[in-house]
């Protein structure tokens, strides 16, 4: 089987299907992974083949030019359906047609979705996993017949979202029948037009995909209509040197603490934030040892560095957070996952899109408290922290859900149901049978 992943370029949303790409190359499959060439070398540094199409996308300019008036649109907004008040037409609109015109249509620019529609049709995939976010992966399957299915590796906020969305819109004005977006649906217009270049109608699996494959342990998944695979996640850290240091070799005489602010904010104009000194201010005096992997950035805004607090560059979450009691974070997912997965309770400062779910749902499962933007202060940290060091529900809370993480099949038992289901689309497509879904494992 033929098997083409797809992901723009940003290691973060790149780095959730490595596992699954190492395991599909393990079981004699051949993967290529396309994107747009900044991200050449993280995917060879996974030991996977590249494919660049099209064009960087010009992220960081865009964040640095306009970052502030996106990110405060959607800064402490819950995007839980379920949250009375919260997703009101006029946000879901200005979300629509914000996020596509500066996020979606700049990730999927037509040299990117041409080029990568190109390379499908002459390497013929069986089938195409995409990023959820990376539609051109949706188009090129498309265009080729190949089955097609998102990954993901953060609770699916965006779907509830949509539907949302579509249920406000109502029916179509125009009643413009198959094949067509509504008129206002800002996102289903782009991949209609995008869509209709190289010849193609457009459908809801455009944004949906025929199936996902869903790393989010159970008690973290929305209700969603679109099909299933679950799948557990496996940490992958990224192409930065996965090196078990001396130090972490001999048991902490203290409780372990991690602080870790990501990766993403050091190799982009993301903003992070979370004001690194009062990290390390709200910990200093506490009987304990702190971790604080920080960049050379990072580390040169402090002002003070107690005397309980390591400062290193880089060290394997995976490797590290065995040895922790508790981690305090930013919020990003794979932070999150690697901790969710190896018990550790978490402080996570999520504070925008579906970190502030992910940390929300952790405090509601008792496995660790969310610090919202509002109360980031010296004594709001400190008092958490202190609270998941001292109380034994934490752990005994993120114990469990550890077991249900990795209970979950592997990436290894997931692909005979990847080559079961892109047997079935296929054959669906070869008959003509269009929008059929094939049942998932769930």
């Keep these: 089987m033929r098997v083409l992943l797809t992901s723009f370029a940003l290691d973060a949303h790149f780095n959730g299907s490595v596992p699954l790409a190492w395991a599909l190359r393990a079981a004699g499959h051949e993967v290529r992974v396309a994107s747009q060439p900044a991200l050449t070398g993280s995917i060879t540094a996974a030991g996977l083949t590249a494919v660049p199409v099209g064009a960087d996308p010009g992220l960081d300019a865009m964040v640095k030019g306009v970052g502030d008036s996106v990110l405060s649109h959607h800064a402490d907004q819950s995007l839980d359906p379920d949250t009375p008040g919260q997703l009101t037409p006029a946000f879901l609109k200005g979300w629509d047609t914000m996020m596509t015109a500066t996020f979606f249509a700049l990730i999927n620019d037509d040299p990117m979705v041409d080029e990568l529609v190109a390379f499908a049709r002459d390497w013929q995939p069986d089938l195409v996993l995409w990023e959820p976010f990376t539609f051109a992966g949706a188009v090129a399957a498309k265009a080729t017949g190949a089955a097609h299915a998102r990954v993901l590796s953060f609770p699916d906020m965006f779907m509830p979202m949509r539907q949302a969305f579509l249920a406000q819109l109502g029916p179509d004005p125009a009643d413009a029948g198959p094949g067509s977006a509504h008129p ?82 050091r190799t982009s104009e993301f903003p992070n934030a979370v004001p690194v000194d009062l990290v390390l201010k709200a910990i200093e ?76 749902r952790q405090q509601e499962l008792g496995a660790g408290l969310h610090l919202p933007s509002h109360e980031v202060t010296v004594e709001g940290l400190r008092g958490r922290l202190v609270r998941l060091l001292e109380e034994p529900s934490f752990k005994e809370a993120a114990a469990r859900l550890r077991t249900e993480a990795r209970s979950e099949p592997t990436p290894a038992e997931v692909v005979p149901v990847l080559e079961r289901l892109t047997a079935q689309h296929r054959a669906h497509g070869r008959r003509r049978l269009g929008g059929t879904s094939a049942s998932c494992v769930s």
């Design 184 to 265: 206002e649906d800002a996102l289903g217009q782009w991949l209609q037009w995008t869509l209709d270049r190289h010849g193609l109608p457009f459908d809801e699996e455009a944004v949906t995909g025929q199936w996902s494959v869903d790393q989010v342990p159970r008690s973290f998944r929305p209700p969603s209509d679109v099909p299933a695979v679950p799948m557990r996640y496996v940490p992958y850290n990224g192409p930065v040197p996965a090196v078990v240091p001396d130090w972490l070799r001999v048991p902490p005489t203290r409780p372990r603490v991690c602080v870790t602010l990501g990766l993403t904010a």
């Design 285 to 360: 005096g506490l009987d304990i040892e702190v971790v604080a992997t920080l960049g050379a950035e990072e580390r040169a805004l402090l002002t003070h560095v107690p005397d309980n607090v390591r400062l290193v560059d880089h060290v394997p979450l995976h490797a590290l957070l065995p040895t922790c009691a508790a981690v305090v974070h930013h919020g990003g997912a794979g932070t999150w996952s690697t901790a969710l997965v190896e018990g550790v309770p978490q402080i996570a400062m999520g504070w925008i899109w579906d970190a502030i779910e992910r940390a929300r």
